[in-house]
């Protein structure tokens, strides 16, 4: 069994893939040391070590901090994972993804494979507010659940979406046509996907396609990354 779990700032959630039928969600986190761990977290990661300024993570063993027994079979970016995830679910396609949530971030798929992840978030000149990752301007200022009134007024989804639109536009290898937009401030607030699309009108805007119940796709794309990567279930 794979078990995948993905970690951010408004909890985790836990999706076992057994060897037959569906994939089981369960919110939280449950580690389980006969199944195969991987984990996809927000911030930077270097060689399994994980460093995320809105988990309060620094060279962190993401494992070990969510109090799992066992280190991680593997250890995703979550915004990558979502992105691989986006893709599998969708065939194979290639797409830009941004994942909305208490944080920004983003990941470019081609090709089946993530040419570009840790996009967008911390991206400058979009305020003059200082980021939670101490830097100033960056677009979580003005697009991450941290920094925005909840609920979100129609105005602030307006302003948020042309924030986010500025920087696809901005980034050289977000190529694709197709943008995915995903995270909790995204399923909360569903009139981002027309907001975007509005400010997008060159490319296809689509919300997840991640199953009911499911934070995003990262756990699919854990799962089809540990496919090629050899990692077996336990």
């Given amino acids: 069994m794979l078990t995948c779990i993905e970690a951010g700032g408004s909890g985790a959630q836990t999706v076992r893939f057994p060897g037959e039928g569906e994939p089981l969600i369960a919110n939280g986190v ?12 927000p911030g ?42 986006e893709s599998v679910l969708r065939g194979g396609r290639d797409l830009v993804l941004l994942s909305v949530g208490t944080g920004v971030g983003g990941a470019v798929v081609v090709d089946g494979a993530v040419i570009g992840a840790n996009l967008f ?29 909840d609920p979100l007024s129609p105005d602030a989804a307006v302003a948020v979406a ?15 046509d197709l943008v995915v937009i995903s995270g909790g401030l995204a399923r909360r607030h569903p009139q981002l996907v027309k907001e975007l699309a509005r400010c997008l009108p ?33």
């Fill in 30 to 41: 449950h580690c389980e040391p006969a199944s195969t761990l991987l984990l996809a977290v």
């Fill in 202 to 234: 060159r490319r296809s805007v689509e919300a997840s396609l991640a199953p009911d119940g499911a934070k995003s796709a990262a756990a699919w794309g854990l799962a089809h990354a540990a496919l090629e990567a050899g990692i077996a279930r336990s």
């Fill in 121 to 149: 978030g911390h991206a400058g000149g979009f305020s003059d507010r200082t980021c939670s990752c101490g830097g100033r301007g960056c677009l979580e200022t003005v697009a991450a659940g941290w920094a925005l009134p």
């Fill in 44 to 85: 930077i990661i270097d060689r399994g070590r994980v460093t995320a300024s809105n988990l309060g993570w620094i060279a962190a063993d993401p494992a070990a901090e969510l109090g799992c027994p066992a280190p991680a079979a593997l250890v995703m970016n979550d915004a990558e994972a979502a992105a691989l995830g």
């Fill in 162 to 176: 042309a924030a986010l639109a500025q920087a696809v536009e901005r980034e050289d290898l977000a190529t694709p």
